[in-house]
């Protein structure tokens, strides 16, 4: 059982940052590719970026590529994505996710935890 808790959201103007963190329990933390996904309001939610076991490999929707980072940090068990020059359409719910299968297929396999979310918003 892996319990992830995410962090880091708030409200942020057009061009700024933030960054995530989530935060997993348990020792097996090292044995999962990570994943960060969003779903706006009347959408469903979306991947948006994973994360390979060891770190060295990483994969983003297109919409992020170069203004998103993954990484993770496996003596800390802990992912983080950090957010760079933000648009209003990047406003969602960030969750953080696990999973057993490869990051290569997080994008179209369904995790096997999730965390709760936190809420970003970027005001134009």
């Known amino acids: 059982q892996v319990q992830l808790v995410e962090s880091g959201g708030g409200l942020v103007q057009t061009g700024g940052s933030l960054r995530l963190s989530c935060a997993a329990s348990g020792r097996t933390f090292s044995s999962y590719a990570m994943s960060w996904f969003r779903q706006a309001p009347g959408k469903e939610r979306e991947f948006v970026a994973s994360?390979?076991?060891?770190?060295?490999?990483?994969l983003y929707v297109d919409d992020v590529k170069g203004r998103f980072t993954i990484s993770r940090d496996n003596a800390k068990n802990t992912v983080y994505l950090q957010m760079n020059s933000l648009k209003p359409e990047d406003t969602a719910v960030y969750y953080c996710?696990?999973?057993?299968?490869?990051?290569?297929?997080?994008?179209?396999?369904?995790?096997?935890?999730w965390g709760k979310g936190t809420q970003v918003t970027v005001s134009s």
């Open positions: 996710a696990a999973g057993s299968l490869p990051y290569a297929s997080a994008s179209h396999n369904q995790p096997d935890y």
């Open positions: 994360v390979s076991r060891s770190g060295k490999s990483t």
